[in-house]
């Protein structure tokens, strides 16, 4: 009796475990190539460049080889006006491109299409560096943004157009992206709002064509954090966000977010040394009361971490 019972639950169970397997292999899946690109796709792939993360060209994921972000309201070829200002992207000569330059089918249809024909990507080399931005165009009576290669299609270079924009119109946002996979942000914070209340919080969960040709996603897996996908259109303030990572503390008492000081490396914006260990007295001084203010946090320099940390989010996560 006991044995049938037995044989009754095993059946069930092979049961349960086919028809779980049945529902992997053959029920409906997205690929990530069906998807278009959205233009945030696309300002995403070209702004974070070959691959963000591990890889032999960046074995310490330091954020070494990414294209740089610029952002103009003049042509830096004719003078002419561009209203309003636009993103673009710059690959110095060496630095590899974005995965959907090189393999366009990523694009999905239509983008991949324009791109081509009059983007003008597949003229882009490597060797020379490229300047791109994202387009609109028209394919099938429907607008879609498509990759224009901008050194093809009007002669910028991209050694001028860097020189033209300036450090200050300029955004470290591949570098960036690549300090918060290194630094493991994700362990606590995510960049996926999902599909519930959420939204009213962090705001609307992505669509599948924003992901078209990023490598690697950094989703992350379990929140401990607020959802960091929308989080500058929240707070937009360059100084919070510096304050908040050379000590959290200063800006939320309770938090438990680590501090980065260490992001901004051993001189400020203007070439001084640091002093950490002066900081960190004036600011247990300011816990204990004996002094009204908390001390002031350096300014970053331009090839600091956390100026690209910042970069990217208060240029992407909006
Ligand atoms: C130990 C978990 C932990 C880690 C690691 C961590 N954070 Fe946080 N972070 C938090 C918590 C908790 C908060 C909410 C409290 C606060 O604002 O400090 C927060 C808040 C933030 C906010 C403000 C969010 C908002 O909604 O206003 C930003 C931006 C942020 N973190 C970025 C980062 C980045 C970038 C890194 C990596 C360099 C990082 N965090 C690493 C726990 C963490």
Redesign the pocket.
């Known amino acids: 009796m006991g044995f049938r019972q037995y044989k009754f639950g095993a059946a069930g169970v092979g049961l349960m475990l086919g028809f779980s397997m049945c529902i992997t292999l053959f029920g409906p899946s997205n690929d990530f190539r069906s998807g278009v690109s959205t233009w945030v796709g696309l300002d995403k792939q070209l702004s974070l460049g070959r691959v963000i993360g591990f890889s032999y060209e960046d074995p310490t994921v330091s954020g070494k080889g990414k294209p740089v972000t610029v952002i103009l309201d003049k042509d830096p070829k004719t003078g002419a006006t561009i209203d309003p200002p636009q993103r673009f992207y710059v690959y110095t000569a060496g630095t590899k491109f974005s995965p959907g330059v090189n393999h366009t089918e990523l694009l999905g249809p239509g983008v991949e299409e324009l791109s081509l024909q009059k983007g003008k990507i597949d003229q882009a080399e490597v060797s020379r560096g490229a300047v791109f931005t994202v387009s609109k165009g028209e394919f099938n009576g429907e607008e879609i943004d498509y990759i224009e290669n901008v050194t093809a299609t009007r002669g910028w270079d991209p050694q001028g157009t860097l020189t033209a924009a300036g450090d200050e119109n300029s955004r470290y946002v591949g570098k960036g992206k690549t300090?918060?996979i290194s630094?493991?942000?994700w362990?606590?914070?995510t960049l996926l709002p999902e599909q519930t209340q959420d939204w009213q919080i962090f705001g609307a969960p992505p669509f599948l064509g924003d992901f078209n040709g990023e490598m690697p996603t950094a989703f992350g897996s379990d929140r401990?954090?607020?959802d960091?996908l929308h989080?500058a259109a929240?707070?937009s303030s360059r100084e919070w966000?510096e304050m908040?990572?050379f000590n959290?503390r200063l800006v939320?008492p309770n938090?438990?977010?680590?501090r980065?000081d260490y992001l901004w490396g051993k001189v400020d914006a203007d070439g001084n040394a640091i002093d950490f260990k002066k900081w960190r007295k004036e600011y247990t001084a300011y816990l204990h009361g004996e002094s009204a203010y908390a001390p002031d946090v350096p300014e970053p320099a331009a090839d600091s971490e956390v100026r690209a940390?910042v970069d990217w989010?208060l240029t992407s996560l909006k």
């Open positions: 300090i918060y630094e493991g942000c362990w606590c914070h401990k954090a607020p960091l989080v929240r707070n966000m908040h990572f959290p939320q938090s438990i977010m680590p980065y940390l989010i």
